[in-house]
């Protein structure tokens, strides 16, 4: 079953090179019990894990049932300890977060075989049927290591390897473990053994014994017959199945084990893990009120700058420096209607035109009056500044011409002369001139320091001629056709003005203002959606400082499992599935923190409107941004600690002190 030839294993500790192994040839045969002997330092363990291959030899050839293993891939080797080899240990290493029958069955999950059957088949052979159920910490020291040959045996190896089976137990659990060895052996099993006890080593078939990296003895001694004849076949075996090595990633009973193992590992450490699913609670919260709170301040100002229309230009008289051809230096030019008649014919981009005035007037209405601000507008002036009426009408074309006393009221204004009464039909005084109330304006809100619904609309020529007494435009405004025309349309708008008012080529550029409200209103997105990128960045920088946490606590979780990590290697887990496990308990970390996230971040948000009364919208979006990224920042950051375990030596793992 076993033959080596010249086998060495070297080990340099600081500057020095121990063999612990030197030039070791062996044969063992099928059926066998061997116990190897010696003492500390003797190179028994060394030789050992080289046969179960929890290690390899720097130089030699080893054949297990006639194929050469010193070349198989860690892969490959991960499925031959757990297909062909089965270990029991002198520290039990047992997880104490599982119950027996779970540690009995775990070589099973590697094996992919996800039922405990065996396990419990096993467990009532070394006479615990009826301790299943409990956990480590439950169960002696005798019951602990018959829970490990158990696990041992579970899936049906050829080979059991046993190190120091009974140096933690006392004399009574050391005669029943060697009891279970001795019957094991009596059915066919190959057994090596490594004690230092020559009482122990009396139960073996062979004594091996070595010192200082050599074997000095090997001597066969007499015991009882087997019951059953050692393995037929000896010296041939069907290896096909080291083709068959599968990914781990598609094999849903290990992701399933791993979740398990990783909540239990979580359970096993409340406050760490508290204190980690804290951390991207924290960042995601913070993702999800930073996006509620820019999108509504975006949606807020996208609202305000709704109520100003689209596609607008803002003409006002500007003033002379140098003095025009019929006015002084230092005079203000003027708008007039003859200039909102030339504008609108100036080109077929040119979709609507409507000049204004404004002024602050008082207005009565039965026993209350009010102080406002009232615009006199054109008909254009409706649609576009999107001031459609929701009740009522606007003014025709024939009111303005005719100067008609008709007036549109703001929602302010509604409300501090009629309150929740119906205004239309009514009468009303401005500066004591009657007007009849045939609209409601729609609500705008308020703009920076002013209320958009304290005003109210009346024709242009009324409200000049009527009600203010003025003789000239205070402005006037241009709709374009297209955002695109806007610029050509600027440039026409102030050529023509610039020419009608025969102004001096000096002072061209001052004699007239245009404002194009699309750059305005550009500008104020372009900072707002900034503004939006630089709340969730602040954010997102939270979420990757609670990501490094996770890194910290996940490698912290590794060094104190490594024990743990080099026992599922022994039994045939390989670098994948040591992968998995932690990064499943990394993506859980950070899947918990981000759903808690999500509902503390809507939560603070809510918070922010009813208290501080500020503008938030909590979109889907932002809600599956964080999430995804909370689980981003668990794999990322799960991946050099899992990365880092899978790469650990098995038997350096089980020695990890």
């Known amino acids: 079953m076993i033959e080596l030839k010249n086998i060495c294993k070297t080990y340099t500790v600081g500057t020095q090179e121990v063999r612990a192994v030197n030039d070791v040839s062996l044969t063992i045969k099928a059926g066998e019990f061997v116990a190897i002997m010696g003492s500390s330092g003797s190179g028994k363990s060394t030789l050992m894990h080289m046969l179960g291959l929890l290690d390899r030899p720097n130089s030699g050839s080893y054949k297990l049932v006639g194929y050469d293993v010193t070349q198989l891939t860690d892969e490959q080797m991960a499925l031959v300890r757990n297909r062909l080899i089965g270990?029991?240990?002198?520290?039990?290493?047992?997880?104490?977060r599982m119950t027996a029958l779970e540690n009995a069955g775990l070589p099973l999950v590697y094996a992919s075989i996800h039922q405990l059957d065996k396990a419990e088949e096993k467990l009532e052979a070394v006479g615990l049927k009826d301790r299943i159920t409990h956990r480590p910490n439950e169960l002696s020291g005798g019951q602990q290591q018959r829970v490990a040959i158990a696990r041992a045996l579970v899936n049906e190896p050829m080979l059991l390897m046993a190190d120091e089976p009974t140096g933690n137990l006392d004399s009574k659990s050391k005669d029943e473990i060697m009891g279970i060895i001795k019957t094991l052996h009596e059915q066919g099993k190959t057994i090596v053994m490594v004690t230092h006890e020559k009482e122990m080593?009396?139960?073996a078939s062979r004594v091996i014994v070595m010192k200082d990296g050599i074997i000095v003895s090997d001597t066969s001694q007499l015991i009882s017959p087997l019951l059953n004849p050692p393995h037929k076949g000896e010296g041939t075996y069907d290896w096909s199945f080291l083709d068959k090595i599968h990914s781990s990633f598609s094999d849903a009973g290990k992701w399933m084990d791993s979740l398990k193992q990783a909540v239990y590992a979580m359970l096993s450490h409340k406050l760490r893990s508290l204190l980690s699913i804290l951390g991207?609670?924290?960042?995601?919260?913070?993702?999800?009120?930073?996006?509620?709170l820019g999108r509504g301040a975006q949606e807020s100002i996208q609202a305000q700058l709704a109520s100003l229309g689209s596609n607008l230009l803002m003409v006002r008289p500007g003033t002379l420096n140098s003095g025009g051809v019929s006015l002084q230096a230092g005079a203000v030019t003027r708008l007039t209607f003859a200039d909102v008649v030339a504008v609108r014919q100036m080109s077929s981009?040119?979709?609507?035109?409507?000049?204004?005035v404004s002024g602050r007037?008082?207005?009565?209405?039965g026993s209350k009056n009010w102080n406002t601000e009232v615009d006199g507008v054109d008909v254009d002036y409706a649609p576009m500044r999107a001031y459609t009426p929701e009740t009522g009408r606007f003014f025709t074309s024939e009111e303005v011409t005719s100067r008609a006393k008709v007036a549109l009221l703001g929602a302010t204004v509604v409300s501090q002369l009629f309150g929740d009464k119906n205004p239309l039909g009514e009468d009303i005084k401005i500066n004591l001139v009657n007007f009849k109330i045939i609209g409601v304006l729609p609500t705008k809100g308020a703009n920076g320091f002013r209320d958009q619904d304290d005003v109210i609309l009346v024709p242009i020529s009324t409200a000049m001629y009527r009600v203010l007494g003025k003789q000239y435009i205070d402005s006037l405004y241009v709709e374009g056709a297209t955002p695109e025309s806007l610029d050509s349309i600027q440039d026409g708008v102030t050529q023509l003005l610039n020419k009608r008012h025969r102004i001096n080529v000096k002072d061209q550029d001052s004699a007239f203002q245009v404002r194009n409200m699309a750059d305005i209103k550009a500008t104020l997105e372009s900072t707002t959606k900034t503004m939006s990128m630089l709340l969730g960045s602040i954010a997102a920088i939270s979420l990757l400082v609670g990501g490094i946490g996770i890194m910290n606590i996940m490698l912290v979780s590794v060094t104190e499992r490594t024990k743990e990590i080099g026992l599922r290697k022994a039994i045939g887990a390989n670098r994948q599935d040591i992968m998995i496990q932690f990064l499943i308990e990394a993506v859980m970390l950070s899947l918990i923190g981000g759903l808690a996230g999500v509902a503390f971040g809507a939560g603070v948000s809510l918070l922010l409107t009813l208290f501080a009364g500020w503008a938030v919208n909590v979109s889907i979006f932002s809600i599956i941004l964080a999430t995804v990224f909370s689980l981003f920042v668990g794999l990322v950051f799960g991946l050099w600690p899992a990365y880092k375990a899978s790469l650990l030596n098995p038997i350096e793992a089980l020695r990890f002190e």
């Open 201 to 203: 080593a009396t139960y």
């Open 280 to 292: 991207i609670l924290i960042g995601v919260a913070a993702v999800i009120a930073m996006l509620a």
């Open 349 to 356: 981009s040119v979709k609507r035109v409507s000049g204004t």
């Open 361 to 365: 007037v008082q207005v009565v209405a």
């Open 87 to 96: 270990f029991v240990f002198q520290q039990f290493h047992l997880l104490p």
